[in-house]
């Protein structure tokens, strides 16, 4: 036999080598795949999706003081102390502004402190307005003013599930008004009229109303400002803070008609923008 014959040729050893590394790649695929650990002791990759150990505490404790605010309410209401109740919810909405800006600021958010955000709004501003407003005027309706008040809870739930779903740019508009603001309209309608002593019972129907128009407000899609973008430390012109001192002037005069007012201009401005927006919107189109 020849020497050519005897030896392979370098064609068939370079083939016969990447055939064994395939096979040998495709090993540690497979091994790969299962999840165990190979031979050589390797461990797979532990799975990232594992819930968060704990919480952060400090805005998680202005939530929950906010709830506790919430459910305040609800109990004063029950007892007939409508002016704590209403300003209990008054306290809730503080707390939430805090917690919010609070997270912002100490890089404390977290998906467990927005969930937990949004049930403690669904009961210090969807159940405990509704039933502060049922307890104070709506009992004498019957089965008209329990509708009406399980509507406010609904649209309440609707619009806190709408907000955290929406995937929006806008951090400077809420679409409908905030829950926080139709409960502080409600809440300085009470209050009002527990200062005036005024008799609920003469104007239960139009506070039927006024509760039915909040809770459409809240489901609508008119934009209404979120002031997120409002910083404290940025300059103000000086026109400003003369205007800023006379609404502290007023509030200090009397509290629950200032309180009802500032709500009032705030729920009005965005309805107003909002047909001005459309008004120009159409004239557009017809040019």
Same mark, same amino acid.
């Given at each position: 036999?020849?020497?050519?014959? *005897?030896?392979?040729?370098?064609? %068939? ?7 064994? %590394?395939?096979?040998?790649? %495709? ?71 805090? %917690? ?23 009961? *210090? ?42 995937? *929006? ?87 629950? *008609? ?30």
């Amino acid at each position: 036999m020849s020497s050519e014959q *005897s030896k392979p040729h370098p064609m %068939d050893t370079n083939e016969t080598n990447a055939d064994f %590394d395939k096979s040998a790649n %495709d090993s540690n695929k497979s091994i790969k795949g299962t999840g165990k650990p190979s031979k050589g002791g390797d461990k797979p990759a532990e799975s990232s999706n594992k819930p968060a150990k704990g919480f952060y505490v400090l805005p998680n404790l202005f939530t929950t003081a906010g709830l506790f605010a919430g459910f305040y309410a609800i109990m004063q209401a029950r007892l007939g102390h409508f002016e704590a109740a209403s300003l209990a919810i008054y306290a809730a909405m503080v707390m939430d502004i805090i %917690d919010g800006r609070l997270a912002r600021l100490t890089n404390t958010q977290s998906d467990f402190g927005s969930e937990y955000d949004s049930l403690s709004d669904m009961v *210090s501003f969807g159940v405990a307005p509704a039933m502060v407003l049922f307890e104070f005027a709506l009992t004498d309706l019957g089965r008209f003013g329990s509708l009406v008040a399980f509507i406010y809870i609904a649209c309440a739930a609707l619009r806190l599930a709408r907000f955290n779903v929406a995937a *929006s740019d806008d951090k400077t508009h809420f679409t409908g008004v905030p829950s926080p603001g139709a409960a502080a309209m409600i809440a300085s309608t009470v209050w009002v009229f527990v200062d005036a002593g005024i008799a609920p019972s003469d104007y239960n129907i139009g506070l039927a109303l006024l509760m039915m128009v909040m809770a459409l407000a809240m489901v609508s899609n008119i934009k209404y400002r979120s002031f997120k973008d409002f910083e404290f430390r940025d300059k103000m012109p000086f026109v400003g803070l003369i205007i800023l001192v006379l609404i502290i002037a007023f509030v200090y005069l009397d509290p629950p *008609s200032a309180f009802l007012a500032i709500g009032s201009i705030y729920m009005i401005s965005g309805a107003v923008l909002y047909l001005l927006g459309k008004f120009r919107g159409k004239q557009d189109l017809s040019e």
